[in-house]
């Protein structure tokens, strides 16, 4: 059972439950009774000088700012488990209070320019007809912005499906096993990412857009050829990819350091346990969330495992830990969500297809332990096809 600590309001003595799953707790909660202490001692002297009574110092009375703070630092649920202690609570707690949005599931057509953009909790579905993306292949997605490839792939160019901005990059004349983009082309710090594994060695390629060529070198792979490599996120200035063996790599394209000690090694059961787990086809994702990391594991129809990279050490994220996670992944990429408004929608994982009914997206259910179907789950590339990723859904004033 995980720590509690339980706090009160002097003011309506409500009692608020503060789970320990975040190590932040520990250094707020130390910000918190360092200012009660410092609080008393102003009280302490304001006695001295005025010699009046003054009651005990309450939590109800922390600065609006260190309220601000700690709201901030708690997910939806706690959130508004707070906002009901007292007026300040409440206030603090609505200023921060952040509901998320989910991406929406893009289909892309093998011809025509009539792409399909379905919305996983209205079952509604929408049509953009996007010449720009015909005879194109999709890459990457992040941000609302797709990275797409033609000619083999070797004419790579940003687009957003919602403002139709097109942004070019320069030929990329080799072939490549991932790529990706560190943030909206529109930013100047935006750097695209290529990656190549060989038998001994990984080939780095990086280009940003306005540049007239790409950059490549090789690094020692130190490892076998890889197996089950995940995607590419972007983290820190870094960019993060990992293998299922149980590797995590990083690349820092303004050093140029390739580094596979980023962390412990990961021992997955369904990779490493194959008289229990048999050998259905495995696969990992790898996913970020205001820096922090998180991978998840599947193996036939058995449940996905999450992990979170916590001091360089793999922790497995239990149902009851979930404190409301939704998962969107796709062949290409994968999004977490912890604060969607609906909580049907929480504790799932979205997986990248309708079912054969075209109703409703494939999903893992961690609070009921089971597939929406079980008919599908035994291949992931019928999970995650290569046609559909999950996309942002476009600001509300586009």
């Known amino acids: 059972m995980a720590n509690i600590y339980w706090l009160r309001c002097c003011q309506c003595r409500c009692p608020v439950k503060v789970h320990r799953r975040l190590r932040r707790w520990r250094h707020l909660l130390h910000r918190l009774r360092r200012w009660r202490h410092l609080l ?48 300040s609570w409440c206030g603090a707690a609505v200023s921060v209070r952040v509901v998320e949005k989910y991406p929406l599931l893009m289909y892309f057509p093998k011809h025509g320019n009539l792409f399909e953009l379905r919305d996983p909790l209205q079952r509604t579905m929408y049509t953009l007809d996007l010449p720009e993306l015909a005879r194109s292949t999709v890459c990457y ?5 797709l990275l797409m490839g033609k000619q083999g792939l070797k004419d790579m160019f940003f687009f957003n499906p919602f403002t139709r901005e097109l942004v070019t990059l320069p030929q990329f004349r080799w072939p490549y096993d991932a790529v990706a983009f560190s943030c909206p082309p529109t930013s100047t710090n935006c750097v695209v990412l290529a990656l190549s594994f060989s038998h001994e060695h990984v080939s780095v390629s990086t280009c940003h857009p306005g540049a007239t060529e790409w950059t490549s070198e090789s690094f020692p792979s130190f490892l076998r050829r890889f197996h089950n490599q995940s995607n590419l996120v972007y983290r820190e200035d870094r960019f993060y990819t990992f293998n299922a063996n149980g590797t995590l790599f990083s690349f820092h394209p303004s050093s140029r350091t390739w580094n596979h000690r980023c962390a412990d090694t990961l021992v997955c059961p369904y990779i490493y ?17 205001k820096g922090d990391l998180f991978v998840m594991f599947t193996s036939g ?8 990279l916590i001091s360089k050490k793999w922790e497995e994220i239990s149902r009851t830990r979930l404190d409301g996670m939704t998962i969107f992944v796709s062949y290409y990429n994968a999004e977490l969500r912890t604060n969607l408004r609906h909580a049907w929608m929480r504790n799932n994982v979205y997986f990248s297809r309708y079912d054969y009914n075209h109703q ?18 035994q291949r992931w590339r019928e999970l995650c096809p290569r046609h559909t990723l999950w996309i942002d859904q476009p600001p509300e004033d586009v």
Do not use: H
Request: with cysteine.
């Open 40 to 87: 008393r001692r102003r009280v302490a002297t304001d006695l001295v000088i005025s010699d009046q009574p003054v009651s005990d110092p309450s939590f109800a009375e922390l600065p609006t700012d260190v309220l601000g703070i700690i709201m901030s630092s708690l997910f939806l649920k706690d959130n508004i488990r707070a906002s009901a202690v007292c007026k």
């Open 360 to 377: 409703r997206c494939v999903t893992y259910s961690y609070d009921e332990s089971r597939y929406s179907s079980s008919n599908e789950w």
């Open 273 to 289: 346990d194959r008289e229990k787990y048999g050998w259905n086809e495995k696969s990992v994702a790898l996913i970020e969330k």
């Open 301 to 308: 129809s058995e449940k996905p495992l999450v992990y979170k």
């Open 141 to 145: 997605a992040k941000d609302g912005w």
